[in-house]
């Protein structure tokens, strides 16, 4: 049975991917941390660079899936959106 994505709620949506971001930014956090430590004086990354890391990353990441929810729920209105099939098991 075929189903259709027609709307997908801009804030909630743009919240969960937020978090996802702000975790894949602890994720690199480290490795900056790391270059940094092994960089020459002064050439480095700045620790607060990594610290700010994931809060850039959840802050982008809200902006662009918000305008990404925005621009797919128009123009699902206009051709009827994803239409994806899902098993009942």
Known sequence: MAQRITRFSVAQTAKVFAVIYALVGLLF???????GA?????????TIFAVALPII???L????VAVGCAIYNMVAGWVGGIEMELDQS
């Open 61 to 64: 990441g809200y902006v662009g």
């Open 29 to 35: 956090a480290p490795f900056f941390l790391l270059a």
């Open 57 to 59: 990353y959840a802050v």
């Open 38 to 46: 092994f960089a020459p004086a002064g050439e480095g990354f700045p």
